[in-house]
Antibody, heavy 120, light 106 residues
């Protein structure tokens, strides 16, 4: 059974940093691209970014709203994807979901999400 | 940047057919994916590649895509289908989500 478990969320002050982790199980993690999607309270889904598998260079793409502040990385030996968030803003407050990217361009599995609250 | 437009809400009586649209410039040339999200839960993929269903998703869920509009159709709507629905595409190495549609079962 595919499982994605996010951790690392919490309350953080504006301007500070936070790192989220996504621990995967039930599939060969290194074979898949992984992505982060967030959802502000009462709002819709917003794509954050994406990391390709090593077979495709392990390169990353980001939404314009987080580019230069957020970094996605992966440790295939541990089956973990990370989201490093720097220079956090109040508008980054959201539930952050880890997702598995399927080759056809969709997200076939989602974690339960972790809440990040940016507030002073 | 590419924009996907969904109606904020759709209402339907149980047993009827719900149609949720997703508009975008020449969206028919893209693959469209649909997610269902119930309150307090993570989204679930219900249709991918315009009209394919993941295993475990009822046949009542179907999709189509042509021209400037993609459509998620839910036949024989049940109370348990009440949820928010989001369409999604890729555009220029970026993921784009529609704003979401709240389906209310009357």
């Amino acid at each position: 059974e595919v499982q994605l478990v996010e951790s690392g969320g919490g309350l953080v002050q504006p301007g500070r940093s936070l790192r989220l982790s996504c621990t995967a199980s039930g599939f060969t993690f290194g074979d898949y691209a992984m992505s982060w999607v967030r959802q502000a309270p009462g709002k819709g889904l917003e794509w954050v970014g994406f990391i390709r598998s090593k077979a495709y260079g392990g390169t990353t793409e980001y939404a314009a709203s987080v580019k230069g502040r957020f970094t996605i990385s992966r440790d295939d030996s541990k089956s973990i994807a990370y989201l490093q968030m720097n220079s956090l803003k109040t508008e980054d407050t959201a539930v952050y979901y880890c997702t598995r990217y399927a080759a056809a361009g969709h997200f076939d599995y989602w974690g339960q999400g972790t809440l990040v609250t940016v507030s002073s | 940047s590419y924009v996907l437009t969904q109606p904020p809400s759709v209402s339907v009586a149980p047993g009827q057919t719900a149609r949720i649209t997703c508009g975008g410039n020449n969206i028919g040339s893209k693959s469209v994916h649909w997610y269902q999200q119930k309150p307090g839960q993570a989204p679930v993929l219900v249709v991918y590649d315009d009209s394919d269903r993941p295993s475990g998703i009822p046949e009542r869920f179907s999709g189509s895509n042509s021209g400037n509009t993609a459509t998620l159709t839910i036949s024989r709507v049940e109370a348990g289908d009440e949820a928010d629905y989001y369409c999604q595409v890729w555009d220029s190495s970026r993921v784009v989500f529609g704003g979401g549609t709240k389906l209310t079962v009357l």
